[in-house]
Nanobody, 115 residues
Framework: QVQPVESGGGLVQPGGSLRLSCAAS????????VRWYRQAPGKQREFVAE???????IVRESVKGRFIISGDNAKKTVFLQMNSLKPEDTGDYFC?????????WGRGTQVTVSS
């Protein structure tokens, strides 16, 4: 059973940084993608970043230059480095492992950007 587990969230001041981690335990597929999504209070979940099946790195346009996605060689652990954080980055951040189009979701980690 694939079970992503997120960690690294917390409270940070505007301009600060956080690094989120996604441990994709139970992943045995030879190819899969790992994505980060976020959901702000009262808003819909939105895509943030991805390491594709082909190991391409994709980052949402609005966070380019601030957020960096990376992973170990096997994508067993995927990181989301978030710099220059803004209050609008506040939300629950979710990791999902995509195998043959099926999404395995983690429970999320909360990020709060506030002074």
């Amino acid at each position: 059973q694939v079970q992503p587990v997120e960690s690294g969230g917390g409270l940070v001041q505007p301009g600060g940084s956080l690094r989120l981690s996604c441990a994709a335990s139970g992943t045995t597929a030879s190819t899969y993608a790992v994505r980060w999504y976020r959901q702000a209070p009262g808003k819909q979940r939105e895509f943030v970043a991805e390491i594709t099946e082909e190991d391409q790195l994709i980052v949402r346009e609005s966070v380019k230059g601030r957020f960096i996605i990376s992973g170990d060689n096997a994508k067993k652990t995927v990181f989301l480095q978030m710099n220059s954080l803004k209050p609008e980055d506040t939300g629950d951040y979710f990791c999902t492992v995509v195998v043959n189009g099926y999404h395995y979701w983690g429970r999320g980690t909360q990020v709060t950007v506030s002074s």
